[in-house]
């Protein structure tokens, strides 16, 4: 193995390793990854309801550096035009974190124009519950062969 390539990769892991360890009053930021499954649920519409609009709720387990489940809230619209649509949704995350226990709110705004979707989630300020108190970051989704993995780029406060 070449001597620059291992010296890189143990730099990396050292890096890795020292992202993810405070000292009591600093800050920790990481990025946490790992894989969920989600249970999709179409709801009933609602007297008055847009017909434009149609209502979901889903429930996440997540597994990897975020170990918990969620429940999420969503209103999507789709269009004329084939693969194109919009959504936005509220979640609320129960898990473990950095072996922090608490809750956290995401909130997810997306679009899908021709089949590429283009999503934001954000942690929601000050949602954060117990030991997640002041965490905020963004949460990122991919989807390979049917499968969901995510990626949290996530800061907490210091002890």
């Not at 283009?118 to 030991?131: K, L, R």
Request: glycine share 12%; charged share 20%; aromatic share 8%.
């Amino acid at each position: 193995m070449n001597c620059r390539f291992s010296v890189t990769i143990a730099a990396v892991l050292l890096a890795s390793a020292l992202a993810v360890q405070t000292k009591k009053g600093t800050s920790l930021s990481a990025i946490a990854k790992g894989s969920f499954e989600a249970k999709v649920m179409p709801q009933p519409s609602a007297a008055g309801d847009d017909p434009a609009f149609t209502r979901f709720t889903v429930e996440k387990q997540f597994h990897g550096d975020i170990e918990g489940v969620s429940k999420v809230q969503m209103l999507a619209a789709g269009t004329a035009v084939k693969d194109s649509g919009g959504y936005v949704a509220l979640e609320k995350v129960t898990a473990v974190l950095a072996g922090r226990k608490g809750t956290f709110v995401l909130q997810h705004m997306g679009s899908m124009q021709g089949g590429a979707f283009n999503v934001s989630i954000a942690v929601v300020p000050d949602s954060g519950t117990e030991e997640l108190a002041g965490i905020a970051g963004k949460f990122v989704i991919e989807i390979k062969d049917g499968k969901h993995f995510y990626s949290f780029d996530y800061t907490l406060p210091g002890d």
